[in-house]
């Protein structure tokens, strides 16, 4: 496809929000921060949205402190200062583990969550690393072969995509690196892979199973893991 037709994706302005106030899953809030990191004109977008935050904390209400606020405060601190001192030594062998496509911030996830990437077959020319599962929402890396069509789908629950190396198109949509694509129960779709030479590999977050579309993928979805 031609790259001029690509054009630039992103979560709705209601979702840098919810991360901005800390409600977002560590999934999403894991994409989010990937994608800053390709696309980092996005942080002044975050930054004015918690300059927008802190001034509603300003004029709100205070609360008194919990007696053991301080305690709390010291060992958050101290937990950051351990993963930040772990990303660090861990990075090149996390970094060797996603062959240089991985952004930092899942070079950090990965380094700190002590995962190396374990590739599984989903069908054919499609494998998946499963990253974590927790509360229902899994987080994994989805590697497609260039030129492979997807079967037709949609989702129980939402599913954010963010494409770390290569693309694909869903209708008249292209999503290259750095792109976020976020679909849920009320969409149906088929992204086809660009077929350029190079692999499609995506940052998954879902919120449940594929629905397909396919009567015999339905049957063997339970072997495919998706």
């Known amino acids: 496809m031609d790259k001029s037709e690509f054009h630039f994706h992103t979560a709705g302005e209601e979702w840098l929000a919810a991360y901005s106030a800390g409600v977002l899953s560590e999934a999403k809030s894991l994409l989010l921060e990937c994608q800053i990191a390709l696309q980092p004109h996005l942080a002044a977008q975050l930054a004015q949205i918690d300059c927008i935050g802190g001034e509603f904390l300003e004029s709100a209400k205070g609360e008194p402190l919990s007696a053991d606020f301080s305690a709390r405060l010291s ?7 351990n993963n930040a001192h772990s990303a660090g030594v861990g990075e090149a062998d996390a970094a060797r583990g996603a062959e240089g496509w991985a952004p930092k911030p899942l070079t950090a996830f990965l380094t700190r ?5 374990k590739w599984k077959k989903s069908g054919p020319g499609v494998s998946r690393a499963l990253l974590s599962e927790v509360n229902g929402e899994r987080l994994y890396l989805l590697k497609s072969r260039p030129g492979m069509v997807m079967p037709v789908h949609s989702h129980k629950g939402q599913e954010w995509t963010l494409v770390l190396q290569g693309g694909y198109h869903v209708g008249q949509s292209a999503y290259a690196r750095g792109d976020l694509h ?7 779709h088929q992204p086809v892979i660009d077929d350029d030479g190079e692999e499609c590999i995506s940052l998954v977050a879902d919120e449940g199973r594929l629905v397909f579309s396919d009567p015999v993928l339905r049957l063997i979805q339970p072997f495919l893991g998706i």
């Open 182 to 188: 976020c679909e849920d129960e009320s969409c149906k």
């Open 113 to 117: 969550s002590e995962i190396s990437l």
């Open 75 to 81: 060992d958050a601190i101290a937990r950051a200062e």
